[in-house]
């Protein structure tokens, strides 16, 4: 339900604030913060520190929903 709401709300926030200077620095960050959240990297974390690692993965997660939508 949560991931829904991001993407709806990014489809906005991609129509009304994005200007075209901003597309690929935009753009970017997308794709670095997909990469990032979809690999499950941070999971090797919990092994030091309890589930810090999922809280990361989650976080990202959450902002790759929210950012990629409003490429």
């Known amino acids: 339900m949560v991931a829904l709401v991001?993407?709806?709300l990014s489809v906005v926030v991609g129509f009304t604030t994005?200007?075209?200077?901003?597309?690929?620095?935009?753009l970017l960050a997308a794709v670095a913060l997909t990469v990032a959240s979809s690999g499950g990297w941070f999971l090797i974390i919990n092994e030091a520190v309890t589930k810090l690692?999922?809280?990361?993965?989650?976080?990202?997660?959450n902002i790759a929903s929210f950012v990629a939508p409003a490429e």
């Open 6 to 8: 991001l993407v709806v």
């Open 18 to 26: 994005i200007t075209e200077k901003e597309i690929t620095p935009f």
């Open 53 to 61: 690692g999922t809280l990361i993965n989650s976080i990202l997660f």
